[in-house]
């Protein structure tokens, strides 16, 4: 199983800050997604991203998201003016085949919004 | 929209005993792929098992598999010889047969599986 690194671990931010969350797989892959989770509740996917551009992004993905592969190996998830209702674990999730959906997901971002 | 339901909240079972969780979705797409991620309390997301709806066999992977049933859109995971590493949260996953397209999955809200000693 592909191992995929999230940092950090726990972000915790006061109301209106930015955050930058990082995903790093340890192999070269081409699909990067990522997802949240707010605590209780199902895993909601917020964006995928392919070939350097976003490939799909749900209605909670808006313009306070976004994301970048800026060095070509960490894929990166911004939240520009967090709310208190952005706090949930975020997980980023990578593919390793080109046709097949096989989804494998990092330990996750616990994000703390104050 | 695909949605996927899971109707157990919360399931108990004795360990070294079999347990059934369920799964129904909804899709007017004929191929596709089913999921089953175990979260425990680390909160990790972990791959259990995978079923491609054009394959007829249901997929196994040791002690756990599934009950595939197209027509009825129903997609059970059979856990068999319980143990106490079991105990986590169970999500039933949907994905689009991608053919080169990047989609996102779409889950269930989840089942709580209670291993008792």
């Known amino acids: 199983e592909p191992e995929v690194t999230q940092t950090p671990s726990h972000q915790v931010t006061q109301m209106g800050q930015e955050v930058i969350l990082r995903c790093v797989p340890i192999s070269n892959h081409l699909y990067f997604y990522w997802y949240r989770q707010i605590l209780g509740q199902k895993v909601e996917f917020l964006v995928s991203?392919?070939?350097?551009?976003?490939?799909?992004k749900s209605e909670i993905f808006d313009d306070q998201f976004s994301v970048e592969r800026p060095d070509g190996s960490n894929f990166t998830l911004k939240i520009r003016s967090t709310k208190l209702e952005d706090s949930a674990m975020y997980f980023c999730?990578?593919?390793?085949?080109?046709?097949?959906?096989?989804?494998?997901f990092g330990a996750g971002t616990r994000l703390s919004v104050l | 929209a695909q949605t996927v339901t899971q109707s157990q909240p919360e399931m108990s079972v004795q360990e070294a005993e079999t347990v059934t969780l369920s799964c129904t979705y909804d899709?007017?797409?004929?191929?596709?792929?089913l999921f089953w991620y175990k979260q425990p309390p680390s909160r990790q997301m972990i791959l259990v098992i995978r079923q491609e709806a054009y394959k007829q066999q249901n997929a196994t992977e040791n002690r756990f598999s599934v009950n595939f049933q197209k027509a009825a859109k129903s997609f059970s995971l059979k856990i068999s010889d319980s143990q106490l590493g079991d105990a986590a949260m169970y999500f039933c996953a949907y994905s689009m047969y991608s053919g080169g397209g990047a989609d996102g999955l779409t889950f269930g809200k989840g089942t709580h599986l209670i291993i008792q000693p």
């Open positions: 999730a990578i593919r390793v085949a080109e046709t097949k959906n096989i989804q494998y």
């Open positions: 899709t007017s797409e004929s191929d596709y792929y």
């Open positions: 991203f392919y070939n350097n551009e976003i490939s799909e």
